[in-house]
C-alpha cells in the first residue's frame, strides 16, 4: 500500500527562523508527483510547492524549499524566515503518475510560528 | 467568485435527516473530489469525477451519494448518517491533462451529525 508519513504532529519556530518538516512515503512506483500544502486555521488549504520525481532539481518557491532524496523516499519542506503568516496545518501529499485520481495524504504538522 | 467554493459552512443534521452539500469551481477544471478531513487521520478521499463521471469511489458507505450534474458542480447527498460522520469535508478540482497539477480546494463544510 502506498503510505505517506509525517512524523512530527506539531512544531514550533520562532519569527524569521528556519524550520524543516518532514515528510517520508512509501511506493513501488517509479514516476509519481508530490506536494506540500498549507492549511491556515479556518482557511482554504493552498498549495505551498510541488516536485515531479523524475527531477532531480529540488523545487522552490521564495522562502519555501524542498529536500527531495528519492532513494530514502523523503521529501522534507524547508521554510526560510519565518513568518506568522506561516502558521498553518502542511500536509504533505503524493501522487503516481500511474493513471490514478487518487492523491494521497500524510496525518500533517501542525506549525506555530512564535513572535 | 473565483476558485472553489462550498457551501454551506457549517451543518448540524440529525441522523434521520437528509441534506446535501454543494461545490461549485469557476477554474474550468475537468475534475472534481470530495474529501473527509478528520483530526489527526489523513485526508481520506472519497469520491472523484473526471469529465463528469465517477472515476474513484473509494469504499463510501452508501449513505455518502455524490453527484456531478456538470463540470462545474459537485454535489454530496447525505442521510441516515452516524456520529462518527462529523468532520470537515472538502471539495477540491485539478486539471488532469497528462501531467499532475495541484488541487484547489474550497473552504469545507463543517458536519456536526447528532
Given at each position: 500500500?502506498?503510505?505517506?508519513?509525517?512524523?512530527?504532529?506539531?512544531?514550533?519556530?520562532?519569527?524569521?527562523?528556519?524550520?524543516?518538516?518532514?515528510?517520508?512515503?512509501?511506493?513501488?512506483?517509479?514516476?509519481?508527483?508530490?506536494?506540500?500544502?498549507?492549511?491556515?486555521?479556518?482557511?482554504?488549504?493552498?498549495?505551498?510547492?510541488?516536485?515531479?520525481?523524475?527531477?532531480?532539481?529540488?523545487?522552490?518557491?521564495?522562502?519555501?524549499?524542498?529536500?527531495?532524496?528519492?532513494?530514502?523516499?523523503?521529501?522534507?519542506?524547508?521554510?526560510?524566515?519565518?513568518?506568522?503568516?506561516?502558521?498553518?496545518?502542511?500536509?504533505?501529499?503524493?501522487?503516481?503518475?500511474?493513471?490514478?485520481?487518487?492523491?494521497?495524504?500524510?496525518?500533517?504538522?501542525?506549525?506555530?510560528?512564535?513572535? | 467568485?473565483?476558485?472553489?467554493?462550498?457551501?454551506?459552512?457549517?451543518?448540524?443534521?440529525?441522523?434521520?435527516?437528509?441534506?446535501?452539500?454543494?461545490?461549485?469551481?469557476?477554474?474550468?477544471?475537468?475534475?472534481?473530489?470530495?474529501?473527509?478531513?478528520?483530526?489527526?487521520?489523513?485526508?481520506?478521499?472519497?469520491?472523484?469525477?473526471?469529465?463528469?463521471?465517477?472515476?474513484?469511489?473509494?469504499?463510501?458507505?452508501?449513505?455518502?451519494?455524490?453527484?456531478?450534474?456538470?463540470?462545474?458542480?459537485?454535489f454530496l447527498h447525505l442521510h441516515t448518517l452516524q456520529p462518527e460522520d462529523s468532520a470537515l469535508y472538502l471539495c477540491a478540482s485539478s486539471q488532469v491533462d497528462g501531467s499532475y497539477n495541484e488541487q484547489f480546494f474550497g473552504p469545507g463544510t463543517r458536519l456536526t451529525v447528532l
Open positions: 500500500a502506498q503510505t505517506v508519513t509525517q512524523s512530527q504532529p506539531e512544531m514550533s519556530v520562532q519569527e524569521a527562523e528556519t524550520v524543516t518538516l518532514s515528510c517520508t512515503y512509501d511506493t513501488s512506483e517509479n514516476n509519481y508527483y508530490l506536494f506540500w500544502y498549507k492549511q491556515p486555521p479556518s482557511r482554504q488549504m493552498i498549495l505551498v510547492i510541488r516536485q515531479e520525481a523524475y527531477k532531480q532539481q529540488n523545487a522552490t518557491e521564495n522562502r519555501f524549499s524542498v529536500n527531495f532524496q528519492k532513494a530514502a523516499k523523503s521529501f522534507s519542506l524547508k521554510i526560510s524566515d519565518s513568518q506568522l503568516g506561516d502558521t498553518a496545518m502542511y500536509f504533505c501529499a503524493f501522487i503516481p503518475t500511474s493513471g490514478t485520481y487518487k492523491y494521497i495524504f500524510g496525518t500533517g504538522t501542525r506549525l506555530k510560528v512564535l513572535a | 467568485e473565483t476558485g472553489v467554493t462550498q457551501t454551506p459552512r457549517h451543518l448540524v443534521m440529525g441522523m434521520t435527516n437528509k441534506k446535501s452539500l454543494k461545490c461549485e469551481q469557476h477554474l474550468g477544471h475537468n475534475a472534481m473530489y470530495w474529501y473527509k478531513q478528520s483530526a489527526k487521520k489523513p485526508l481520506e478521499l472519497m469520491f472523484v469525477y473526471s469529465l463528469e463521471e465517477r472515476v474513484e469511489n473509494n469504499s463510501v458507505p452508501s449513505r455518502f451519494s455524490p453527484e456531478c450534474p456538470n463540470s462545474s458542480h459537485l
